[in-house]
């Protein structure tokens, strides 16, 4: 006559922490394509900002001309962030091949996915980040 097996059930899956490894590579893959996407919107975007600068249209007086270079100089500056952005979306590309994306430039932990999501070109930890702007914040002053 043997008791219930109660035994049985008390072994915990050993496999735990390799799917979790795998819902963050995963994760990433997911970040890597929305990258990409990112990555062709803004270059349309910043082909569509060059076609309308006004740089072949004459003007008829100083008036006009000065309000057109205003919004030129707008339009370089656009390009600009566009660019900086731009860089940093190859750069996080080029983590995510290279495996290292997702840990911190200051402290080495891995970044929270959740924070990855929403910010993918983020080099820093919630930690370092919020020090960072701190010290920078203590600089200013
Ligand atoms: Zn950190």
Do not use: Y
């Amino acid at each position: 006559m043997t008791k219930k097996q109660s035994t049985m059930v008390k072994k915990k899956p050993e496999s735990k922490s390799n799917t979790k490894v795998t819902q963050r590579e995963k994760k990433i893959q997911e970040i890597k394509k929305n990258l990409l996407n990112q990555k062709k919107a803004l270059l349309v975007g910043a082909v569509e900002a060059l076609n309308e600068l006004p740089g072949q249209t004459v003007f008829p007086d100083l008036g006009d001309q000065a309000t057109a270079e205003i919004d030129r100089n707008f339009m370089l500056r656009l390009k600009g962030r566009e660019q900086k952005l731009l860089k940093k979306i190859e750069e996080a590309m080029e983590r995510i091949n290279q495996g290292v994306f997702g840990i911190c430039d200051k402290c080495g932990l891995e970044i929270d996915i959740r924070r990855l999501e929403a910010r993918p070109v983020t080099t820093m930890c919630i930690e370092c980040k919020t020090l960072q702007e701190e010290e920078e914040k203590l600089m200013e002053k």
